[in-house]
Protein backbone atom coordinates (compact mmCIF):
# COMPACT_ATOMS: atom_id res chain seq x y z
CA UNK A 1 0.00 0.00 0.00
CA UNK A 2 1.12 3.35 -0.83
CA UNK A 3 2.93 4.77 1.97
CA UNK A 4 2.66 8.95 2.93
CA UNK A 5 4.87 11.08 5.25
CA UNK A 6 2.70 12.53 8.38
CA UNK A 7 1.97 15.84 7.56
CA UNK A 8 0.81 14.91 4.06
CA UNK A 9 -1.36 12.13 5.31
CA UNK A 10 -2.98 14.48 8.06
CA UNK A 11 -3.82 17.09 5.31
CA UNK A 12 -5.83 14.79 2.94
CA UNK A 13 -7.63 12.62 6.20
CA UNK A 14 -11.22 12.85 5.70
CA UNK A 15 -14.06 12.44 8.54
CA UNK A 16 -14.14 8.66 7.55
CA UNK A 17 -10.50 7.72 8.06
CA UNK A 18 -11.47 8.32 11.68
CA UNK A 19 -8.69 10.16 14.15
CA UNK A 20 -5.85 9.24 16.70
CA UNK A 21 -5.92 8.62 20.34
CA UNK A 22 -4.85 11.26 22.48
CA UNK A 23 -4.63 12.33 26.28
CA UNK A 24 -5.86 9.86 28.76
CA UNK A 25 -6.72 7.40 25.82
CA UNK A 26 -2.58 7.52 24.49
CA UNK A 27 -1.40 6.80 28.47
CA UNK A 28 -3.48 4.02 28.79
CA UNK A 29 -2.65 2.62 25.33
CA UNK A 30 1.00 2.72 26.07
CA UNK A 31 0.62 1.06 29.44
CA UNK A 32 -1.09 -1.89 28.01
CA UNK A 33 0.35 -5.16 27.90
CA UNK A 34 -0.12 -5.73 24.79
CA UNK A 35 1.52 -2.66 23.37
CA UNK A 36 5.34 -2.84 22.76
CA UNK A 37 8.11 -1.09 21.11
CA UNK A 38 5.30 2.06 20.31
CA UNK A 39 2.54 -0.40 18.86
CA UNK A 40 0.06 -2.33 19.73
CA UNK A 41 1.51 -6.57 19.48
CA UNK A 42 -0.35 -9.81 17.68
CA UNK A 43 -0.32 -12.83 20.91
CA UNK A 44 1.98 -14.79 18.10
CA UNK A 45 4.77 -13.31 15.78
CA UNK A 46 2.90 -12.01 12.72
CA UNK A 47 3.55 -10.43 9.36
CA UNK A 48 1.16 -8.73 7.64
CA UNK A 49 2.07 -10.27 4.21
CA UNK A 50 3.80 -13.55 3.31
CA UNK A 51 7.13 -13.75 3.92
CA UNK A 52 8.30 -13.96 0.24
CA UNK A 53 10.50 -12.17 -2.15
CA UNK A 54 8.04 -11.72 -5.05
CA UNK A 55 5.20 -10.10 -3.51
CA UNK A 56 4.39 -8.30 -6.74
CA UNK A 57 4.35 -11.56 -8.80
CA UNK A 58 2.19 -13.18 -6.44
CA UNK A 59 -0.05 -10.51 -5.93
CA UNK A 60 -0.30 -10.40 -9.65
CA UNK A 61 -0.95 -14.03 -10.26
CA UNK A 62 -3.10 -14.45 -7.86
CA UNK A 63 -5.83 -11.20 -8.84
CA UNK A 64 -5.57 -12.14 -12.31
CA UNK A 65 -6.81 -15.35 -12.10
CA UNK A 66 -10.89 -16.66 -12.76
CA UNK A 67 -11.75 -13.07 -11.54
CA UNK A 68 -15.39 -13.91 -12.91
CA UNK A 69 -15.38 -16.60 -9.95
CA UNK A 70 -15.33 -13.86 -7.30
CA UNK A 71 -18.66 -12.59 -7.35
CA UNK A 72 -22.15 -14.24 -8.23
CA UNK A 73 -23.25 -15.41 -11.16
CA UNK A 74 -26.74 -13.87 -10.20
CA UNK A 75 -28.81 -12.53 -7.60
CA UNK A 76 -27.46 -13.54 -3.72
CA UNK A 77 -30.91 -15.76 -2.81
CA UNK A 78 -31.64 -13.50 0.59
CA UNK A 79 -34.17 -13.93 3.09
CA UNK A 80 -35.49 -10.44 3.60
CA UNK A 81 -35.86 -9.84 7.18
CA UNK A 82 -39.11 -8.74 8.28
CA UNK A 83 -39.40 -6.87 12.02
CA UNK A 84 -41.97 -9.39 12.79
CA UNK A 85 -39.40 -12.22 12.57
CA UNK A 86 -37.58 -10.44 15.34
CA UNK A 87 -40.87 -9.87 17.71
CA UNK A 88 -41.43 -12.80 19.53
CA UNK A 89 -38.17 -13.41 21.91
CA UNK A 90 -36.47 -16.92 20.95
CA UNK A 91 -38.04 -19.79 23.09
CA UNK A 92 -34.50 -21.07 23.36
CA UNK A 93 -33.32 -17.54 24.80
CA UNK A 94 -30.49 -17.43 21.76
CA UNK A 95 -31.44 -16.54 18.44
CA UNK A 96 -28.84 -15.33 15.49
CA UNK A 97 -28.82 -13.58 12.50
CA UNK A 98 -26.52 -13.24 9.94
CA UNK A 99 -27.18 -10.29 8.21
CA UNK A 100 -23.69 -11.27 5.58
CA UNK A 101 -19.72 -10.60 6.08
CA UNK A 102 -19.26 -10.14 9.64
CA UNK A 103 -22.40 -8.70 10.73
CA UNK A 104 -24.48 -10.44 13.01
CA UNK A 105 -27.34 -9.69 15.32
CA UNK A 106 -27.64 -12.36 18.36
CA UNK A 107 -30.47 -12.01 20.68
CA UNK A 108 -29.42 -13.43 23.63
CA UNK A 109 -30.90 -14.08 27.26
CA UNK A 110 -33.84 -10.66 26.55
CA UNK A 111 -30.83 -8.70 25.28
CA UNK A 112 -30.03 -7.49 21.04
CA UNK A 113 -26.24 -7.55 20.54
CA UNK A 114 -25.23 -6.41 16.71
CA UNK A 115 -21.54 -7.15 15.91
CA UNK A 116 -19.72 -5.61 12.90
CA UNK A 117 -22.52 -3.76 11.70
CA UNK A 118 -22.06 -1.96 8.21
CA UNK A 119 -24.52 -1.22 5.82
CA UNK A 120 -23.26 0.90 3.50
CA UNK A 121 -22.85 0.25 -0.13
CA UNK A 122 -19.07 0.44 -0.04
CA UNK A 123 -16.27 -0.63 2.41
CA UNK A 124 -14.47 2.25 1.90
CA UNK A 125 -13.92 5.97 3.13
CA UNK A 126 -15.09 7.00 -0.35
CA UNK A 127 -18.61 6.62 -1.78
CA UNK A 128 -17.70 5.64 -5.40
CA UNK A 129 -15.14 3.98 -5.57
CA UNK A 130 -13.54 0.54 -2.82
CA UNK A 131 -14.98 -2.95 -2.61
CA UNK A 132 -19.22 -2.39 -3.75
CA UNK A 133 -21.83 -5.17 -2.25
CA UNK A 134 -22.35 -8.33 -4.02
CA UNK A 135 -25.75 -7.70 -2.04
CA UNK A 136 -27.98 -6.05 -0.05
CA UNK A 137 -28.63 -6.06 3.72
CA UNK A 138 -31.62 -8.20 4.30
CA UNK A 139 -33.12 -5.52 6.31
CA UNK A 140 -32.84 -1.88 6.49
CA UNK A 141 -31.36 -0.33 9.84
CA UNK A 142 -34.03 1.57 10.25
CA UNK A 143 -36.26 -1.50 10.47
CA UNK A 144 -34.01 -3.60 12.76
CA UNK A 145 -35.61 -2.19 15.59
CA UNK A 146 -33.83 -1.92 19.30
CA UNK A 147 -30.13 -2.40 19.92
CA UNK A 148 -28.26 -2.90 23.30
CA UNK A 149 -24.56 -2.77 22.37
CA UNK A 150 -22.74 -2.89 18.70
CA UNK A 151 -19.78 -4.87 19.20
CA UNK A 152 -16.96 -3.72 16.85
CA UNK A 153 -13.50 -6.24 16.67
CA UNK A 154 -11.67 -3.64 14.48
CA UNK A 155 -11.72 -0.24 12.86
CA UNK A 156 -11.15 -1.91 8.96
CA UNK A 157 -13.62 -0.41 6.44
CA UNK A 158 -15.70 -3.81 6.26
CA UNK A 159 -16.27 -4.12 10.07
CA UNK A 160 -16.03 -0.63 10.92
CA UNK A 161 -18.78 1.72 9.08
CA UNK A 162 -19.14 5.61 9.57
CA UNK A 163 -22.43 5.80 8.29
CA UNK A 164 -23.92 3.09 10.50
CA UNK A 165 -22.40 4.09 13.42
CA UNK A 166 -24.16 7.29 13.26
CA UNK A 167 -26.96 6.12 12.73
CA UNK A 168 -27.15 3.23 15.67
CA UNK A 169 -25.34 6.21 18.06
CA UNK A 170 -29.05 8.50 16.90
CA UNK A 171 -30.95 5.16 18.06
CA UNK A 172 -28.75 5.48 22.04
CA UNK A 173 -26.96 2.31 21.70
CA UNK A 174 -23.90 1.05 23.60
CA UNK A 175 -20.50 0.71 21.86
CA UNK A 176 -17.97 -2.40 23.16
CA UNK A 177 -14.45 -1.82 21.35
CA UNK A 178 -10.97 -2.60 21.52
CA UNK A 179 -8.74 -0.03 22.85
CA UNK A 180 -8.18 2.85 20.89
CA UNK A 181 -11.31 3.13 18.60
CA UNK A 182 -13.15 4.89 20.82
CA UNK A 183 -11.24 7.70 19.85
CA UNK A 184 -12.66 7.16 15.82
CA UNK A 185 -16.45 7.05 17.98
CA UNK A 186 -15.82 9.60 20.06
CA UNK A 187 -14.36 11.90 16.56
CA UNK A 188 -18.10 10.96 14.90
CA UNK A 189 -20.47 11.94 17.99
CA UNK A 190 -20.47 9.42 20.23
CA UNK A 191 -20.79 10.17 24.09
CA UNK A 192 -18.05 8.78 26.23
CA UNK A 193 -20.34 7.53 28.49
CA UNK A 194 -21.64 5.00 25.58
CA UNK A 195 -18.50 3.41 24.88
CA UNK A 196 -16.92 0.71 26.27
CA UNK A 197 -13.26 0.46 24.96
CA UNK A 198 -11.68 -2.55 26.20
CA UNK A 199 -7.44 -4.28 26.27
CA UNK A 200 -8.00 -7.93 25.41
CA UNK A 201 -9.30 -9.85 28.68
CA UNK A 202 -10.77 -7.18 29.58
CA UNK A 203 -14.74 -7.31 30.50
CA UNK A 204 -18.06 -4.59 30.88
CA UNK A 205 -21.15 -5.32 31.65
CA UNK A 206 -23.68 -3.70 29.73
CA UNK A 207 -27.17 -4.59 29.69
CA UNK A 208 -26.98 -7.24 31.72
CA UNK A 209 -24.45 -8.87 29.63
CA UNK A 210 -20.74 -9.83 30.31
CA UNK A 211 -18.59 -8.35 27.51
CA UNK A 212 -14.90 -9.58 26.86
CA UNK A 213 -12.21 -8.10 24.53
CA UNK A 214 -10.10 -11.49 23.49
CA UNK A 215 -6.96 -12.12 21.42
CA UNK A 216 -6.85 -11.93 17.90
CA UNK A 217 -3.95 -12.12 15.37
CA UNK A 218 -4.75 -9.23 12.69
CA UNK A 219 -3.94 -5.38 12.11
CA UNK A 220 -5.47 -2.12 12.33
CA UNK A 221 -6.02 1.01 9.66
CA UNK A 222 -8.32 3.11 7.85
CA UNK A 223 -5.33 5.06 5.69
CA UNK A 224 -2.70 4.52 4.05
CA UNK A 225 -0.37 2.38 6.86
CA UNK A 226 -1.62 0.46 9.51
CA UNK A 227 -1.98 2.53 12.70
CA UNK A 228 0.01 1.29 15.77
CA UNK A 229 -1.99 2.98 18.34
CA UNK A 230 -5.53 1.08 17.72
CA UNK A 231 -6.10 -2.82 18.64
CA UNK A 232 -8.07 -5.68 17.62
CA UNK A 233 -10.12 -8.13 19.15
CA UNK A 234 -12.56 -11.33 18.84
CA UNK A 235 -15.23 -11.38 21.28
CA UNK A 236 -17.04 -13.00 23.87
CA UNK A 237 -20.42 -12.26 24.73
CA UNK A 238 -22.27 -13.71 27.87
CA UNK A 239 -25.28 -13.28 29.43
CA UNK A 240 -27.04 -15.53 32.42
CA UNK A 241 -28.03 -18.77 30.12
CA UNK A 242 -25.91 -18.47 27.02
CA UNK A 243 -22.38 -17.59 25.94
CA UNK A 244 -21.42 -16.86 21.97
CA UNK A 245 -18.12 -16.05 20.40
CA UNK A 246 -17.10 -13.23 17.07
CA UNK A 247 -13.71 -14.18 15.68
CA UNK A 248 -13.68 -10.49 14.01
CA UNK A 249 -10.80 -11.12 11.33
CA UNK A 250 -8.12 -13.22 12.35
CA UNK A 251 -5.11 -15.53 11.61
CA UNK A 252 -5.13 -18.61 13.21
CA UNK A 253 -3.11 -19.07 16.24
CA UNK A 254 -2.78 -21.37 19.54
CA UNK A 255 -4.84 -18.64 21.73
CA UNK A 256 -8.49 -19.97 20.72
CA UNK A 257 -8.32 -22.76 23.03
CA UNK A 258 -6.73 -20.74 25.79
CA UNK A 259 -10.25 -18.13 24.70
CA UNK A 260 -12.17 -21.77 25.07
CA UNK A 261 -10.90 -22.86 28.29
CA UNK A 262 -10.91 -19.37 30.02
CA UNK A 263 -14.89 -18.04 28.71
CA UNK A 264 -16.01 -20.92 27.27
CA UNK A 265 -18.21 -23.27 25.96
CA UNK A 266 -20.26 -21.44 23.35
CA UNK A 267 -23.09 -22.67 22.34
CA UNK A 268 -22.44 -20.86 19.20
CA UNK A 269 -18.99 -19.55 17.38
CA UNK A 270 -18.95 -16.96 14.82
CA UNK A 271 -15.86 -17.66 13.02
CA UNK A 272 -14.13 -15.83 9.85
CA UNK A 273 -13.64 -18.14 6.98
CA UNK A 274 -13.48 -16.42 3.84
CA UNK A 275 -10.89 -13.32 2.34
CA UNK A 276 -8.35 -15.71 2.81
CA UNK A 277 -5.12 -16.17 0.55
CA UNK A 278 -1.82 -16.77 0.16
CA UNK A 279 -0.65 -14.02 0.05
CA UNK A 280 -1.58 -12.49 4.01
CA UNK A 281 -1.53 -15.96 5.42
CA UNK A 282 -1.35 -15.01 9.08
CA UNK A 283 -4.14 -12.08 9.83
CA UNK A 284 -6.68 -14.68 8.21
CA UNK A 285 -8.31 -17.57 8.33
CA UNK A 286 -8.70 -20.39 5.60
CA UNK A 287 -12.16 -22.36 6.02
CA UNK A 288 -10.02 -25.23 7.49
CA UNK A 289 -8.22 -22.84 10.22
CA UNK A 290 -11.81 -21.54 10.63
CA UNK A 291 -13.52 -24.95 11.54
CA UNK A 292 -10.54 -26.10 13.89
CA UNK A 293 -10.60 -22.60 15.80
CA UNK A 294 -14.02 -23.50 16.47
CA UNK A 295 -13.19 -26.70 18.03
CA UNK A 296 -10.26 -24.82 20.05
CA UNK A 297 -12.80 -23.05 21.21
CA UNK A 298 -15.20 -25.35 22.46
CA UNK A 299 -17.76 -24.61 19.97
CA UNK A 300 -21.07 -26.19 20.17
CA UNK A 301 -22.50 -24.51 16.39
CA UNK A 302 -20.21 -22.73 13.96
CA UNK A 303 -21.86 -19.89 12.07
CA UNK A 304 -19.07 -19.15 9.42
CA UNK A 305 -18.81 -15.62 8.32
CA UNK A 306 -17.22 -12.84 6.31
CA UNK A 307 -18.07 -14.33 2.80
CA UNK A 308 -20.59 -13.56 0.68
CA UNK A 309 -21.12 -9.93 0.51
CA UNK A 310 -17.87 -8.01 -0.30
CA UNK A 311 -15.38 -9.36 -3.08
CA UNK A 312 -12.19 -8.81 -1.33
CA UNK A 313 -9.73 -11.96 -1.97
CA UNK A 314 -8.77 -14.05 -5.28
CA UNK A 315 -10.56 -16.88 -4.17
CA UNK A 316 -14.01 -18.23 -6.00
CA UNK A 317 -16.98 -16.76 -4.29
CA UNK A 318 -18.69 -19.92 -3.16
CA UNK A 319 -15.17 -21.16 -1.93
CA UNK A 320 -15.21 -20.64 1.62
CA UNK A 321 -18.16 -21.62 2.20
CA UNK A 322 -18.20 -25.42 0.83
CA UNK A 323 -15.10 -25.69 2.30
CA UNK A 324 -16.04 -25.23 5.33
CA UNK A 325 -18.68 -27.49 5.11
CA UNK A 326 -16.36 -29.96 4.19
CA UNK A 327 -13.83 -29.46 6.66
CA UNK A 328 -16.81 -29.69 9.39
CA UNK A 329 -17.84 -32.62 8.17
CA UNK A 330 -14.32 -34.09 8.11
CA UNK A 331 -13.53 -32.76 11.45
CA UNK A 332 -17.41 -34.08 13.17
CA UNK A 333 -17.67 -29.73 14.12
CA UNK A 334 -21.59 -29.26 14.09
CA UNK A 335 -22.38 -26.15 11.34
CA UNK A 336 -24.92 -23.80 10.07
CA UNK A 337 -24.66 -21.99 6.53
CA UNK A 338 -27.99 -19.99 6.59
CA UNK A 339 -29.00 -17.85 3.72
CA UNK A 340 -28.24 -14.17 4.52
CA UNK A 341 -31.25 -12.70 6.86
CA UNK A 342 -32.50 -16.24 7.55
CA UNK A 343 -32.94 -16.13 11.57
CA UNK A 344 -32.08 -19.75 13.39
CA UNK A 345 -31.96 -20.43 17.02
CA UNK A 346 -28.98 -22.53 17.55
CA UNK A 347 -30.80 -24.89 19.83
CA UNK A 348 -32.37 -26.51 16.51
CA UNK A 349 -29.78 -25.15 14.16
CA UNK A 350 -31.85 -25.75 10.41
CA UNK A 351 -30.06 -28.19 8.03
CA UNK A 352 -27.50 -27.54 6.13
CA UNK A 353 -28.50 -26.50 2.35
CA UNK A 354 -26.00 -25.73 -0.78
CA UNK A 355 -28.17 -22.80 -1.57
CA UNK A 356 -25.34 -20.88 -2.66
CA UNK A 357 -24.26 -23.52 -5.91
CA UNK A 358 -27.20 -21.98 -7.54
CA UNK A 359 -25.45 -18.61 -8.38
CA UNK A 360 -22.06 -19.46 -8.19
CA UNK A 361 -20.47 -18.44 -11.41
CA UNK A 362 -18.94 -22.66 -11.31
CA UNK A 363 -17.84 -23.42 -14.77
CA UNK A 364 -18.27 -27.62 -15.53
CA UNK A 365 -15.73 -29.60 -13.48
CA UNK A 366 -15.24 -27.00 -10.87
CA UNK A 367 -14.13 -29.11 -7.91
CA UNK A 368 -16.80 -29.26 -5.41
CA UNK A 369 -16.29 -29.78 -2.09
CA UNK A 370 -19.06 -31.06 -0.62
CA UNK A 371 -20.98 -33.70 -0.21
CA UNK A 372 -19.17 -36.15 -2.45
CA UNK A 373 -21.81 -37.91 -4.92
CA UNK A 374 -24.62 -35.18 -4.40
CA UNK A 375 -25.73 -33.26 -7.52
CA UNK A 376 -25.82 -29.32 -6.92
CA UNK A 377 -29.25 -28.05 -8.12
CA UNK A 378 -29.79 -26.41 -11.34
CA UNK A 379 -29.67 -23.16 -11.96
CA UNK A 380 -31.90 -20.71 -11.26
CA UNK A 381 -33.72 -23.96 -9.54
CA UNK A 382 -34.22 -22.31 -5.75
CA UNK A 383 -37.70 -21.41 -3.61
CA UNK A 384 -37.75 -18.65 -1.11
CA UNK A 385 -37.24 -21.19 1.74
CA UNK A 386 -35.86 -24.26 0.24
CA UNK A 387 -32.44 -23.59 -1.46
CA UNK A 388 -30.28 -26.08 -2.69
CA UNK A 389 -29.21 -29.53 -1.76
CA UNK A 390 -29.59 -30.64 2.12
CA UNK A 391 -26.25 -32.19 3.39
Not at 243 to 252: I, K
Not at 298 to 324: D, M, Q, S, V
Request: aromatic share 8%.
Amino acid sequence: MLELPGDAWRRIRTEPFGTEPTGARLERIRNSPNFRGGAFRNPVPTSRLARTRNRLELNRGQFAASRHRRAPAAAVPLHRLLPIELAEPPGSGLRTTWLGHATVLVEIDGRRVLFDPVWSERCSPFGWTGPKRLHPMPIPLAELGPVDVVVISHDHYDHLDLATVRALDAAGTTFAVPLGIGAHLEHWGVAPSRIAELDWWESAEVAGLTLTATPARHYCNRGPRNNPLVLWASWVVAGPEHRVFHSGDTGYFPGFAEIGGRLGPFDLTMVQIGAYSDLWPEVHMTPEEGVRAHLDLGGELLLPIHWCTFNLAPHPWEEPAERTVSAAQALGARVVVPRPGKPFEPAEPPPVRLWWRAVAAMPRGAELFVPQGVAAPTRPAHRAEDDGVTV
